[in-house]
């Protein structure tokens, strides 16, 4: 498991240099303690995005299971392909050691990849602003 861990870590999950955060890592249910610093910080980043938006990034978050994992990928640190790796890394590894259910392996992948390419997407599109310049016409 720290093989498949090792090598497909993209960017730092422990150390969210980005946002100037740290998170920890935990072995019990209840999760790592997060410092009321690093949520005022992530509290106000996701601020910024507007409703529609907001809506997105929910949607992400629940595909992956992840806020870091979801704000690398919206930051396009990361691929979609590698932002689900990750997601079902103890997936992964059970696969790995028992093998896999083709239909239903590949199944769930390819629909985890489509739901997470499409939030991601409208989470862009609500995001991004342009604007169009008309040139004037010179004889």
């Not at 992530?42 to 299971?65: D, P, R």
């Not at 590949?106 to 310049?133: I, M, N, P, W």
Request: proline share 2%; aromatic share 8%; net charge neutral.
């Amino acid at each position: 498991q720290t093989t498949l861990t090792s090598s497909k870590m993209p960017f730092g999950l422990g150390n969210c240099s980005r946002y100037n955060v740290a998170i920890g890592s935990s072995t019990s249910i209840l999760g790592p303690n997060i410092p009321a610093s690093t949520k005022e910080t992530f509290v106000s980043h996701l601020a910024s995005y507007n409703m529609w938006a907001l809506q997105g990034i929910e949607y992400v978050i629940t595909q992956l299971k992840s806020l870091i994992l979801s704000m690398g990928l919206i930051d396009r640190h990361i691929t979609v392909e590698k932002a689900v790796l990750l997601s079902r890394l103890e997936e992964e590894y059970q696969i790995q050691r028992w093998g896999s259910v083709e239909w239903a392996h590949d199944y769930d992948l390819c629909e985890l990849r489509a739901r997470t390419a499409a939030g991601t997407l409208f989470v862009h599109l609500c995001s991004e602003s342009s604007t169009v310049k008309h040139k004037l016409l010179q004889d």
